[in-house]
């Protein structure tokens, strides 16, 4: 499995951007880039996905770099309600199909 | 977004027992859906894949006769954690991959359920 890094935890000030880096230097040419987030007691909530060209969406925007190695998730302004587990995870196309395999991810702390 | 829910949302048993949890897509239908474990502060671990009508896949080190999947239906998969003993105690959530959602295959989240055994 093609495997990412992410920073352990990152801290923002409320109503500031907060960017979210993913290392992914296996990525494989038709890997997906998908970013999940996770509220405590809850199940995960899909984010964003990208192949290659940058994508926006209502919740962030996902920044890919030209090599696919590297990507970075931009929340815009940062609210409270964005304090979550950030996870950074390519699409593995199983036998079953597109299984997704998630790391540790990134722990966000907002601060009012 | 797609909405899948999970049955029921917390559940205390006694050592022995055992325990049904169900997922289901309310708006979609799903012909795979995944079942992840997550204990306290890690992270999802990818249990088994479930295809409706046929045999779940199982990840390696998780034990088929243990958890048993079913998929009956497009819009409902069962795990029941067969003899339930303490260290079984977890949050169990589920997904289901949407084809036609028009999202390059967007897996959606149930809320989990957390299983607490005694």
């Known amino acids: 499995d093609a495997k990412t890094t992410q920073p352990n935890s990152m801290e923002s000030n409320e109503e500031e951007p907060v960017h979210l880096p993913c290392n992914h230097s296996?990525?494989?040419?038709?890997?997906?880039i998908h970013w999940y987030r996770q509220l405590p007691s809850q199940g995960p909530e899909y984010v964003i996905h990208?192949?290659?060209s940058n994508v926006n969406n209502r919740m962030a925007s996902l920044a890919i770099a030209e090599d696919r190695k590297s990507s970075t998730l931009i929340l815009h302004r940062a609210t409270l309600r964005d304090a979550a587990v950030y996870y950074c995870?390519?699409?593995?196309?199983?036998?079953?199909?597109?299984?997704?395999?998630f790391g540790a991810g990134t722990i966000l702390r907002v601060k009012s | 977004g797609a909405v899948v829910s999970q049955h029921p949302s917390r559940v205390i048993c006694k050592s022995g027992t055992s325990v049904k949890i169900e997922c289901r897509s309310l708006?979609?239908?799903?012909?795979?859906m995944f079942w992840y474990r997550q204990f306290p502060k890690q992270s999802l671990m990818l249990m088994a894949t479930?295809?409706?009508?046929?045999?779940?896949?199982?990840e390696q080190g998780v034990e088929k006769d243990k958890f048993l999947i079913n998929h009956a239906s497009l819009t409902l998969s069962t795990l029941t954690v067969a003899s339930a003993h303490p260290e079984d105690s977890s949050f169990y959530i589920c997904?289901?991959?949407?084809?036609?959602?028009?999202?390059?295959?967007?897996?959606?989240f149930g809320p989990g359920t957390r299983l607490t055994v005694l």
């Open positions: 296996t990525i494989s040419g038709t890997d997906y």
């Open positions: 708006d979609f239908q799903a012909t795979t």
């Open positions: 479930s295809n409706e009508g046929s045999k779940a896949t199982y």
């Open positions: 995870i390519l699409r593995d196309v199983g036998e079953y199909g597109n299984k997704l395999v």
């Open positions: 990208g192949l290659t």
């Open positions: 997904s289901a991959r949407d084809p036609g959602g028009g999202r390059g295959d967007t897996q959606y």
